[in-house]
């Protein structure tokens, strides 16, 4: 999950210096519209948990004895 919340931080970041070259492509919305960023953020926060949870639960079944031993 940090590195998730670095992602999300240096792509926000990258996002807004790029406002310039992104602008002719909106239409719509602005450019550095806060509800768009939030919205972006928390769906990839969402994914992120998906994407990790459910491998770790996956992992959380199996003996840690069976695996070491299984090669």
Not at 65 to 70: G, K, P, Q, V
Request: glycine residues 8%; without cysteine; proline residues 4%.
């Amino acid at each position: 999950m940090v590195l998730a919340a670095a992602g999300a931080a240096l792509g926000s970041a990258g996002a807004l210096t790029l406002t310039r070259l992104i602008r002719a492509m909106l239409f719509g919305i602005g450019a550095a519209d806060p509800a768009t960023y939030v919205v972006v953020a928390i769906l990839l926060w969402g994914v992120v948990l998906l994407a990790t949870y459910l491998p770790a639960r996956r992992a959380m079944r199996i003996d840690p004895i069976a695996a070491l031993r299984d090669d």
